[in-house]
Nanobody, 127 residues
Framework: QVQLVESGGGLVQAGGSLRLSCAAS????????MGWFRQAPGKEREFVAA????????VYADSVKGRCTISRDNVKATVYLQMNSLKPEDTAAYYC????????????????????WGQGTQVTVSS
């Protein structure tokens, strides 16, 4: 079992930045691949970014590429999502997810690949 708790969401103006954190517990953090997803009202949950258990591989959705950076600290058992140049369309609840599976570049973007989820943190970007 893995428990995930997100934090760092809030209200920010367009062009601003936020750093989301996801603290994990319950399983050796270095044995899980991690991802960030988001869900806007009335829309499906969509992939944002993922990182391998070593931190050596990352993948991003086209919509955030160049503006977001995913990273992890295996000592602190925390994964981060640094978001810059935020846009109103980034407004959503952001969820971190974990899986014991070793994910590839394609599978890491699928919600079905992850079996542990946090409760989400809200990000609102005003125009």
């Amino acid at each position: 079992q893995v428990q995930l708790v997100e934090s760092g969401g809030g209200l920010v103006q367009a062009g601003g930045s936020l750093r989301l954190s996801c603290a994990a517990s319950g399983r050796t953090f270095s044995s899980v691949d991690m991802g960030w997803f988001r869900q806007a009202p009335g829309k499906e949950r969509e992939f944002v970014a993922a990182i391998s258990r070593s931190g050596g591989s990352t993948v991003y959705a086209d919509s955030v590429k160049g503006r977001c950076t995913i990273s992890r600290d295996n000592v602190k058992a925390t994964v981060y999502l640094q978001m810059n140049s935020l846009k109103p369309e980034d407004t959503a609840a952001y969820y971190c997810a974990a899986t014991q599976r070793r994910l590839g570049m394609v599978s890491a973007t699928s919600r079905d690949a992850y079996n542990y989820w946090g409760q989400g943190t809200q990000v609102t970007v005003s125009s």
